[in-house]
Each structure stands twice: as structure tokens, then as C-alpha cells.
């Protein structure tokens, strides 16, 4: 007959119940736990439904016939500019979540037919849209939205931002559609990843201003932008006087986004959202996470 934990616990000291305990506990280094259900505060894409399994070494992560290895990652780091090398080899892990969707794009679109003979590169851009409905966008809801955001569109009348407005929600409705593809076709798949690679490059990934912050448990506000930015300048002012007045209870976080490239195109997770309004009607645009 097996016992509960709290029946056997009348029994046994509290540090034999603790041991237990934890041998109940889903882990990602035995495989029962997803890559994103170990590492919460990481957004992933592909990689979320990722488990951890015993690849040979050197080898990061292995889907149906697709193998990368970590000298793989290395290589494409070495390719770029030496400014985003660093930030690179700190988010390997996006690196190889963006590796491993392109080669799930390629294989799935050469399972469809699409001709070896064009360019890597073209052929996902191709499949990809292919993957997405026609869609459309009311007049209604782009009146909504108008209402909704007039100030961040600098006041100006309807009747000159509203094609610009409807693009705007196009394009959302489009990226929708795509992670929906993407999501449901990676749920299909069997994604096994190198746990200690996995643990060591979630670090990584997490060490940045932003992350930093959350940690912390309190409420964080971030910005994303650069200086020269008419916009982001604009905003200091109202970041110096909120970070005063909620010194101690909240994070105010500014990302100069030249300095975290990378960062600043990462997912965010629900307890960061993007907002990116499209004031570029005649202005850059601007964006504010929050």
C-alpha cells in the first residue's frame, strides 16, 4: 500500500519528509518537465515544449533529423559584427531557438514541395506566408484602437493615421497567425535538449538589466530606446519623476537598445508587454514595454 507524504510525515523526521518531497518534484534534468515550465521567466518560442535528454556531447538539441551542435552556434556568433558577439554568446539560447525554427521552416516547406533549388532564406520567407490566412482589419476596430491610443499618436486626427493604424493591426493579426502555426507545429514535435547546456545558457540569458528587475518580485516598468530619440528623450523626465515617486516599490529600467540588440528584440513574457504604436506615420517609431 503506498502511503501519502502527510501520513508518512507523522512518522518520519521533517528533513527525511523534505527529501520526499522533492523526489516528487517534476524535473527538467529527468525529462519531465518542459524547457519553458523550468525557466518561467524566459519567453520562448519553438523551444518552449523542449525536454532535456541525453544527446552526445557537443550536441545541443536534436528534432526529428535535425542535429545542432553548440560549434554550430559558435560559428554563427563568430560571423558577426564584434559588438554583438558578446551580447550573442549571452543569448545563445535565442540563438539556437532562432536556428532551430528556420531549419523546422525549411524541412517542413521542402515537405511541401517547395524546390531545393532556391535560396534557404527565400524559401522560409515563402512557407511562411503561406501559413497565413487572409485577414482584414474593420474600420470599427481601428477607430477602437485610434480612441484607445490618440495621445500616443500625438492627437492627430483620425482621418491621417488610420491607414497607418489598420497596417499596424494587420501586421499583429499576421504575427498571431504565425505563432499559432509555429506553436502548433512544434507541440507535433519531439524537441530534445542538453539539460546542463540548457541550465548554463538560461543564466546567461537572464543576466540583463531587465531580467534583473523582475526578479526582484516588484512591478517594472521598461524602456526601450536610445538617446537622440526625440521620443525616448521626451520620455526621461516622466521616467525621473516616476522612479522618484515609487523609489523602493517599483523598477523603472531604461534599455538603451545599440548597447542590448538582442534584448531588446527577445520575446517578452506576459509580465512585460511590448507596445509599439505607430506614430511613424511622419515620426520614428517608438516603444514602450511596460
Not at 8 to 19: G, H, K, Q, W
Not at 30 to 43: F, H, I, K, S
Not at 90 to 101: D, S
Not at 256 to 285: D, Q, Y
Request: charged content about 25%; glycine content about 4%; overall charge negative.
Amino acid at each position: 500500500m503506498m502511503l501519502s507524504i502527510p501520513i508518512i510525515s507523522r512518522y518520519l523526521s521533517p528533513l527525511v519528509v523534505f527529501a520526499l518531497a522533492l523526489s516528487n518534484t517534476p524535473c527538467f534534468a529527468c525529462g519531465q518537465t518542459t524547457l519553458q515550465e523550468a525557466y518561467p521567466d524566459l519567453d520562448f518560442g519553438v523551444l518552449r515544449f523542449a525536454k532535456s535528454a541525453g544527446l552526445p556531447k557537443g550536441t545541443v538539441l536534436r528534432v526529428d533529423d535535425i542535429v545542432i551542435d553548440e560549434s554550430q552556434l559558435l560559428q554563427m556568433v563568430e560571423k558577426e559584427s564584434p559588438e554583438l558577439r558578446e551580447e550573442m554568446k549571452k543569448n545563445l539560447v535565442f540563438v539556437l531557438e532562432q536556428e532551430v525554427t528556420d531549419k523546422l521552416l525549411l524541412a517542413e516547406a521542402y515537405q511541401n514541395g517547395y524546390p531545393k533549388e532556391i535560396p534557404e532564406d527565400q524559401t522560409i520567407s515563402f512557407f511562411k506566408r503561406s501559413k497565413i490566412p487572409a485577414l482584414s482589419v474593420s474600420d470599427e476596430d481601428t477607430k477602437a484602437f485610434y480612441d484607445k491610443n490618440s495621445a500616443a499618436l500625438g492627437n492627430l486626427p483620425y482621418e491621417q493615421v488610420a491607414d497607418g493604424v489598420k497596417e499596424y493591426l494587420l501586421d499583429q493579426k499576421r504575427e498571431e497567425a504565425y505563432k499559432a502555426y509555429l506553436l502548433d507545429l512544434t507541440k507535433s514535435k519531439n524537441i530534445q535538449i542538453q539539460s546542463s547546456w540548457a541550465k548554463e545558457n538560461c543564466a546567461l540569458a537572464r543576466d540583463n538589466p531587465v531580467d534583473q528587475a523582475r526578479r526582484s518580485g516588484k512591478p517594472t516598468l521598461v524602456e526601450f530606446g536610445a538617446t537622440g530619440c526625440t521620443g525616448c528623450d521626451m520620455m526621461q523626465p516622466i521616467l525621473s519623476n516616476l522612479e522618484k515617486r515609487f523609489s523602493g516599490k517599483m523598477n523603472i529600467v531604461f534599455v538603451h537598445v545599440h548597447h542590448f540588440l538582442l534584448l531588446a528584440s527577445r520575446p517578452k513574457s506576459s509580465e512585460c508587454v511590448k507596445v509599439a504604436l505607430p506614430i511613424s506615420l511622419k515620426k520614428p517609431e517608438l516603444e514602450r514595454s511596460v
